[in-house]
């Protein structure tokens, strides 16, 4: 375990946080293994990807540690010049494209942006 490696996990659950579904999933704990394992990359949604925070993610989510070109310093830097608007802007997409009935509520009640 390294630094580098700590950062990929920061960016499963980061990303877990903003898509709020796995990044991972599996039925068995050998195919959780066998995909965070393989060359296939995180696979970021429509609305994220082309985002300067999804730029972000799929740098820390390199699956070969070795060109994850990110350390923690440079992470906390790239997010504080992620605009809040910008973020905005992508959660409020993601809003109008989501069907969950939680989701909804949590957006009624002022708990979800």
């Known amino acids: 375990m390294t630094a580098r490696s700590d950062l990929y996990s920061w960016g499963l659950i980061f990303l877990e946080c903003l898509t709020g579904k796995r990044v991972?999933?599996?039925n068995r704990l050998q195919e959780l293994i066998i995909k965070q394992l393989g060359p296939e990359p995180v696979?970021?949604?429509e609305w994220l990807?082309?985002?300067r925070l999804g730029r972000?993610?799929?740098r820390v989510l390199?699956?070969?540690p070795k060109t994850r070109d990110v350390t923690a310093q440079g992470l906390l830097?790239?997010?504080e010049s992620c605009s809040t608007a910008m973020v905005a802007a992508a959660m409020r997409w993601r809003r109008r494209h989501?069907?969950?009935a939680l989701e909804r509520g949590l957006v009624a009640t002022g708990m979800l942006l």
């Open 98 to 100: 989501t069907e969950s």
């Open 24 to 26: 991972v999933e599996g």
């Open 49 to 51: 990807a082309g985002h």
């Open 77 to 79: 830097l790239e997010l």
């Open 56 to 58: 972000l993610l799929r």
């Open 62 to 64: 390199e699956k070969d």
């Open 43 to 45: 696979l970021l949604p």
